[in-house]
Protein backbone atom coordinates (compact mmCIF):
# COMPACT_ATOMS: atom_id res chain seq x y z
CA UNK A 1 0.00 0.00 0.00
CA UNK A 2 1.55 3.50 -0.62
CA UNK A 3 0.75 5.16 2.18
CA UNK A 4 2.01 8.40 0.73
CA UNK A 5 -1.02 8.22 -1.88
CA UNK A 6 -3.53 7.43 0.97
CA UNK A 7 -1.98 10.58 2.97
CA UNK A 8 -3.16 13.02 -0.05
CA UNK A 9 -6.27 11.14 -0.42
CA UNK A 10 -7.47 11.65 2.97
CA UNK A 11 -6.27 15.14 3.27
CA UNK A 12 -8.15 15.51 -0.01
CA UNK A 13 -11.32 14.22 1.31
CA UNK A 14 -11.24 16.19 4.29
CA UNK A 15 -10.75 19.31 2.42
CA UNK A 16 -13.77 18.20 0.32
CA UNK A 17 -15.74 17.99 3.51
CA UNK A 18 -14.26 21.68 4.63
CA UNK A 19 -12.64 20.07 7.51
CA UNK A 20 -9.46 21.38 9.41
CA UNK A 21 -7.15 18.45 10.95
CA UNK A 22 -8.39 19.34 14.14
CA UNK A 23 -11.95 19.51 13.88
CA UNK A 24 -11.58 15.45 11.97
CA UNK A 25 -9.56 14.68 15.19
CA UNK A 26 -11.90 16.21 17.34
CA UNK A 27 -14.87 13.73 15.48
CA UNK A 28 -12.65 11.13 15.35
CA UNK A 29 -11.47 11.45 19.48
CA UNK A 30 -7.93 11.51 18.59
CA UNK A 31 -5.13 14.25 18.03
CA UNK A 32 -4.75 16.25 15.03
CA UNK A 33 -0.87 15.51 14.97
CA UNK A 34 -2.37 11.63 13.98
CA UNK A 35 -4.49 13.31 11.00
CA UNK A 36 -0.88 14.90 10.50
CA UNK A 37 0.86 11.76 10.42
CA UNK A 38 -1.61 10.06 7.80
CA UNK A 39 -1.71 12.71 5.34
CA UNK A 40 2.17 13.10 5.48
CA UNK A 41 2.46 9.51 4.87
CA UNK A 42 4.12 8.87 7.98
CA UNK A 43 1.70 6.20 9.28
CA UNK A 44 -1.94 4.89 8.58
CA UNK A 45 -5.07 5.05 10.10
CA UNK A 46 -5.71 2.60 13.00
CA UNK A 47 -8.13 0.07 12.00
CA UNK A 48 -10.46 0.44 14.81
CA UNK A 49 -11.25 3.66 13.68
CA UNK A 50 -11.22 3.26 9.64
CA UNK A 51 -14.56 2.64 9.23
CA UNK A 52 -15.93 6.27 10.90
CA UNK A 53 -13.06 7.92 8.81
CA UNK A 54 -14.53 6.45 5.72
CA UNK A 55 -17.99 7.36 7.12
CA UNK A 56 -16.94 10.80 7.78
CA UNK A 57 -14.91 11.52 4.56
CA UNK A 58 -18.52 9.54 2.52
CA UNK A 59 -15.54 6.85 1.16
CA UNK A 60 -15.53 3.14 1.13
CA UNK A 61 -12.46 1.47 3.00
CA UNK A 62 -11.59 0.56 -0.35
CA UNK A 63 -11.41 3.66 -1.56
CA UNK A 64 -9.08 4.51 1.42
CA UNK A 65 -6.90 2.24 1.36
CA UNK A 66 -7.11 2.05 -2.49
CA UNK A 67 -6.23 6.28 -2.19
CA UNK A 68 -8.60 6.78 -4.77
CA UNK A 69 -12.58 6.37 -6.01
CA UNK A 70 -12.66 2.95 -6.56
CA UNK A 71 -15.40 2.43 -9.74
CA UNK A 72 -17.61 -0.53 -9.29
CA UNK A 73 -16.45 -1.91 -11.99
CA UNK A 74 -13.30 -2.27 -10.17
CA UNK A 75 -14.48 -2.56 -6.54
CA UNK A 76 -13.92 -6.77 -6.35
CA UNK A 77 -10.68 -6.65 -8.51
CA UNK A 78 -8.99 -3.40 -6.24
CA UNK A 79 -10.76 -5.64 -3.10
CA UNK A 80 -8.75 -8.96 -3.80
CA UNK A 81 -5.24 -7.11 -4.47
CA UNK A 82 -5.46 -4.73 -1.01
CA UNK A 83 -6.18 -8.01 0.72
CA UNK A 84 -3.40 -9.77 -0.76
CA UNK A 85 -1.11 -6.58 0.31
CA UNK A 86 -2.35 -6.63 3.84
CA UNK A 87 -1.63 -10.61 4.22
CA UNK A 88 1.79 -9.17 2.60
CA UNK A 89 2.34 -6.57 5.28
CA UNK A 90 1.45 -8.49 8.09
CA UNK A 91 3.54 -11.44 7.08
CA UNK A 92 6.90 -8.64 6.73
CA UNK A 93 5.93 -7.44 10.03
CA UNK A 94 5.46 -10.69 11.68
CA UNK A 95 9.24 -11.58 10.54
CA UNK A 96 10.40 -8.32 11.82
CA UNK A 97 8.66 -9.14 15.53
CA UNK A 98 10.04 -13.03 15.43
CA UNK A 99 13.19 -11.19 15.18
CA UNK A 100 12.99 -9.22 17.93
CA UNK A 101 11.89 -11.83 19.94
CA UNK A 102 15.48 -13.67 19.68
CA UNK A 103 17.23 -10.20 20.08
CA UNK A 104 15.25 -9.73 23.34
CA UNK A 105 15.86 -13.57 23.77
CA UNK A 106 19.60 -13.08 23.69
CA UNK A 107 19.94 -9.72 25.27
CA UNK A 108 18.19 -10.89 28.63
CA UNK A 109 19.97 -13.60 28.83
CA UNK A 110 23.45 -12.20 28.77
CA UNK A 111 22.01 -9.75 31.18
CA UNK A 112 21.13 -12.70 33.41
CA UNK A 113 24.23 -14.10 33.09
CA UNK A 114 26.34 -10.60 33.72
CA UNK A 115 24.56 -10.65 37.05
CA UNK A 116 25.31 -13.64 38.20
CA UNK A 117 28.56 -13.79 37.24
CA UNK A 118 29.13 -9.87 39.79
CA UNK A 119 27.18 -11.61 42.27
CA UNK A 120 29.84 -14.26 42.43
CA UNK A 121 32.73 -11.96 41.61
CA UNK A 122 31.09 -10.04 45.38
CA UNK A 123 30.58 -13.16 47.06
CA UNK A 124 34.55 -14.02 46.59
CA UNK A 125 35.47 -10.69 47.46
CA UNK A 126 33.69 -11.81 51.05
CA UNK A 127 30.65 -9.02 50.61
CA UNK A 128 27.72 -9.73 52.23
CA UNK A 129 25.38 -12.03 51.12
CA UNK A 130 22.11 -10.20 50.11
CA UNK A 131 24.67 -8.54 47.53
CA UNK A 132 24.76 -11.83 45.97
CA UNK A 133 21.34 -12.04 46.28
CA UNK A 134 20.43 -8.59 44.78
CA UNK A 135 22.20 -9.05 41.21
CA UNK A 136 20.80 -12.38 41.41
CA UNK A 137 17.32 -10.90 41.75
CA UNK A 138 18.03 -8.35 39.30
CA UNK A 139 19.08 -11.02 36.76
CA UNK A 140 16.14 -12.60 36.85
CA UNK A 141 13.29 -9.75 37.04
CA UNK A 142 14.61 -8.27 34.05
CA UNK A 143 14.80 -11.95 32.36
CA UNK A 144 11.32 -12.95 33.45
CA UNK A 145 9.54 -9.26 32.23
CA UNK A 146 11.67 -9.75 28.60
CA UNK A 147 10.68 -13.49 28.01
CA UNK A 148 6.88 -12.37 29.09
CA UNK A 149 6.95 -9.54 26.02
CA UNK A 150 9.21 -12.60 23.87
CA UNK A 151 5.82 -14.78 25.12
CA UNK A 152 3.59 -12.14 23.21
CA UNK A 153 5.09 -12.12 20.55
CA UNK A 154 5.66 -15.56 19.84
CA UNK A 155 1.80 -15.72 20.40
CA UNK A 156 0.54 -13.01 18.08
CA UNK A 157 3.50 -13.27 15.07
CA UNK A 158 2.39 -15.94 12.44
CA UNK A 159 0.53 -18.89 13.33
CA UNK A 160 0.57 -22.28 14.47
CA UNK A 161 0.16 -25.23 12.26
CA UNK A 162 -1.65 -27.91 13.92
CA UNK A 163 0.35 -31.52 12.97
CA UNK A 164 -2.71 -33.81 12.52
CA UNK A 165 -5.42 -31.46 10.60
CA UNK A 166 -3.00 -28.40 9.41
CA UNK A 167 -5.31 -26.06 10.92
CA UNK A 168 -3.37 -22.68 10.88
CA UNK A 169 -4.36 -20.53 14.10
CA UNK A 170 -3.53 -17.67 16.77
CA UNK A 171 -3.60 -19.42 20.48
CA UNK A 172 -4.02 -17.88 23.37
CA UNK A 173 -1.36 -16.44 25.37
CA UNK A 174 -2.12 -18.62 28.22
CA UNK A 175 -1.36 -21.70 25.27
CA UNK A 176 1.86 -20.44 24.30
CA UNK A 177 2.84 -20.15 27.75
CA UNK A 178 2.07 -23.20 29.24
CA UNK A 179 3.36 -25.43 26.05
CA UNK A 180 5.93 -27.39 26.26
CA UNK A 181 8.37 -26.45 23.09
CA UNK A 182 11.61 -27.18 21.07
CA UNK A 183 12.71 -24.20 19.24
CA UNK A 184 9.41 -22.62 17.79
CA UNK A 185 7.36 -25.68 17.60
CA UNK A 186 4.44 -26.12 20.64
CA UNK A 187 3.06 -28.98 22.07
CA UNK A 188 -0.95 -27.44 21.86
CA UNK A 189 -4.41 -28.52 21.32
CA UNK A 190 -5.80 -27.74 18.39
CA UNK A 191 -8.75 -25.60 18.60
CA UNK A 192 -10.61 -27.31 15.71
CA UNK A 193 -9.73 -30.90 15.39
CA UNK A 194 -9.10 -31.21 19.31
CA UNK A 195 -6.01 -33.17 19.00
CA UNK A 196 -2.60 -32.44 20.39
CA UNK A 197 0.38 -32.43 18.51
CA UNK A 198 4.01 -30.53 18.10
CA UNK A 199 2.51 -27.97 16.37
CA UNK A 200 5.56 -25.56 14.40
CA UNK A 201 5.31 -21.46 14.05
CA UNK A 202 4.59 -20.55 10.27
CA UNK A 203 4.32 -17.17 8.96
CA UNK A 204 2.07 -17.03 6.40
CA UNK A 205 -1.48 -18.50 6.41
CA UNK A 206 -2.01 -19.74 3.10
Given at each position: ???????????E??????L????????????????????TG?????????????????????????GE???????D??????????????????K?????E??I?V???IF?F?????????M????????????I???????????????????V??????K???????P?????T???????S???K??????R???K??????
Amino acid sequence: MDQLRIGRFIAEKRKEKNLTQMQLAEKLGITDRAVSKWETGRSLPDASIMLELCSLLNITVNDLLSGEVVSMENHDERTEKLLLEMIKEKEKADKRLLSVEIVIGVLSSIFLFAMIAVGIVFMKMEKPMWIFFLFIGIGFMQFMVCMSFALRIEQVAGYYECKKCGHKYVPTYKSVTAAMHVGRSRYMKCPKCGERSWQKKVISKN
